[in-house]
């Protein structure tokens, strides 16, 4: 069973917030929420995490909501490079086994 | 520095031909993982390994074997390549510490194609 579940996909234009939803409603009080993005075909790059509060780093915001069963991620202003698939996971706490849904395919449009 | 490195980074077989691809990481991460990627499909767990010397089954590990002989090295095998294990596979690694620093190093993968 899926620990989270994304948008399979949403298109944003060139220059506008890409506000990504992921749900993790069973998401545990130790779990942290880490985000990855899949360019083409290329091994996923990490974006960033978070335990229950927003984070900001030079790629993206990560605004996790006070019940910690949702998140969203924000590139705050998107350009056509942000084009990719957008992973959303939970870990933390003893052993790390990730797994990964399918995604949301964002499509940064000129 | 280079990370996680995966060999080969292409390859065809015949069916029933073996195989055993290469992970490499020099950051002296504990866990290590195999995935594999089908179009329009997400990542899944083939195995995984939380140290030398050990190794666990994922959601998919049925037809592939996998060792870690050495901490740097997690090798997957194909002992009888099957067309339905044509796919990317795709290596990651990630330090045994605090939870906030498991964020996972991915390598460039490795295409194969079973004919």
């Known amino acids: 069973d899926a620990k989270t579940t994304q948008p399979t996909s949403m298109d944003c234009a060139e220059g506008r917030a890409a506000n990504l939803p992921c749900n993790h409603s069973t998401i545990s009080g130790n779990e942290y929420v880490y985000w990855y993005r899949q360019i083409h075909s290329q091994g996923p790059q990490y974006i960033i995490h978070?335990?229950?509060n927003n984070e900001t780093n030079e790629m993206a915001s990560l605004i996790i909501t006070e019940d910690r069963k949702s998140s969203t991620l924000i590139l705050p202003h998107a350009t056509l490079r942000d084009t990719a698939v957008y992973y959303c996971t939970l870990g933390g706490g003893g052993s790390y086994i990730p797994t990964f849904g399918r995604g949301t395919s964002l499509i940064v449009h000129p | 520095n280079a990370g996680v490195t995966q060999t080969p980074k292409f390859r065809v077989l015949k069916t029933g031909q073996s195989m055993t691809l290469l992970c490499a990481q020099d950051?002296?991460?504990?866990?290590m993982y195999w995935y594999r990627q089908d179009p329009g499909m997400g990542l899944r767990l083939i195995h995984y390994?939380?140290?030398?010397?050990?190794?666990a089954k994922g959601e998919v590990p049925d037809g592939y074997n996998v060792s870690r002989l050495k901490k740097q090295n997690f090798l997957l095998g194909l002992e009888s390549a099957a067309p339905s294990q044509t796919s990317v596979y795709f290596c990651?690694?990630?330090?045994?510490?605090?939870?906030?620093?498991?964020?996972?190093?991915f390598g460039s993968g490795t295409q194969l194609s079973v004919l």
């Open positions: 990651a690694s990630t330090a045994d510490s605090a939870p906030t620093t498991k964020k996972l190093f």
């Open positions: 978070g335990l229950k």
């Open positions: 950051m002296n991460h504990e866990y």
């Open positions: 390994s939380v140290g030398e010397g050990t190794t």
